[in-house]
């Protein structure tokens, strides 16, 4: 090895001793306390924005939690309060812009300042394509995209006025990559993570970091909630197995886990489960196998049948196999989270 190619190789070597130092101190500096601060949870009363309420309340931190139904509301705060965290609820509906106002003014009345916003509220419709209507596109935009920006706006004078924040907006691997038979639920979790991930690019100077989250399939117990249509049995048997198996899904708790976690470092992204991992490293480098893999899925779909534009929730469809042992572990995470 020449004196040339010597230079090189230790040049190389300490610009990458160099990067890491400087992430290693770039984290340490976002480096979050949450004892003491104050959690805005959408879609807190059950599922994945309840088991984020738990987790942030284990680490210290004062919560606010908000939903639409003010039973499950309540259930969600005395589950919260029995675990021994400082909680307040606010029955709200998200996705009307002046209830999420004042949801903002009676949480800072309350505790003062919010510290962390976390957009989680959502709706899963499944069905083809075909029986997908505008209305139900229109629905999803307003629960996933401008129910979050209208949060966003809303405490954004709050958090300017501390010179601090965080907030983390709840994606999904559908929000990166297309699936079948759920495409208004795709188009707006796709606007959802271009207007988090730009957001954080325009917020960073100012010590707010954004936090998008890219989950799989999770064993929350939601798929009672989902609204399906067309060959409803048949797609509420997929839909309902590909929710509850280890190997299509994961742990909802482990999920909340690591978002907790990816919101005290202040990191860009989280996507998780392997699977999730795995669909968007494959995606990234081979888009167009990526999408031939999925629309040859999509021949083993159901069909529309008539292309019914009704909805059933997935709770009021039985079939066998949907209330077998094949989905207990979903049917127990409701329990579980306070989906029943």
């Known amino acids: 090895m020449n004196e040339t190619d010597k230079r090189i190789l230790w040049t190389l070597a300490a610009g990458a001793g160099a990067w890491a130092a400087f ?123 401008w129910a979050p920006l209208f949060t966003t706006m809303a405490v954004l004078p709050v958090m300017r006025r501390h010179r601090h924040g965080r907030i983390v907006n709840i994606s999904s691997i559908g929000g990166k990559i297309p699936v079948p038979h759920m495409l208004p639920y795709v188009a707006s979790k796709f606007a959802l993570s271009g207007f988090s991930e730009g957001l954080r690019l325009e917020l960073a100077k100012e010590g707010i970091l954004v936090t998008t989250a890219y989950p799989g ?31 299509t899904s994961m742990n909802a708790k482990y999920a909340a886990r690591k978002i907790t976690d990816a919101c005290q ?30 629309a040859l899925a999509n021949h083993f779909m159901p069909d529309a049948g008539s292309a019914d534009t009704h909805s059933i929730k997935g709770k009021d469809i039985r079939t066998p196999v949907s209330a077998s042992w094949v989905t207990a572990l979903n049917r127990q995470a409701a329990k579980e989270t306070n989906q029943n």
């Open 23 to 145: 992430r290693a101190i770039s984290a340490r500096a976002r480096a979050y306390d949450l004892s003491g601060r104050v959690v805005l949870i959408t879609g807190g009363s059950r599922g994945l924005g309840l088991l984020l309420a738990r987790e942030f309340g284990e680490r210290g931190a004062k919560l606010a939690i908000c939903a639409r139904d003010a039973e499950e509301l309540k259930r969600a705060q005395l589950d919260l309060e029995r675990r021994g965290n400082e909680v307040i609820a606010f029955a709200t509906d998200v996705t009307v812009q002046s209830e999420v106002a004042n949801l903002i003014d009676q949480v800072v009345e309350c505790y003062g300042h919010i510290d962390v916003l976390i957009n989680n509220a959502g709706i899963v419709q499944v069905g083809p394509v075909d029986t997908m209507t505008v209305d139900d596109y229109e629905r999803a935009m307003r629960v996933h995209f």
């Open 217 to 247: 399939l999770m064993r929350t117990g939601s798929t009672g909630n989902a609204e399906v249509k067309g060959d409803v049995r048949s797609e509420y048997t997929m839909f309902s197995i590909m929710g509850s198996l280890p190997v």
């Open 265 to 294: 470092r202040g990191q860009a992204e989280v996507v998780l489960s392997p699977q999730a991992q795995l669909g968007e490293r494959l995606h990234a480098l081979a888009p167009g196998l990526t999408l031939e893999a999925l």
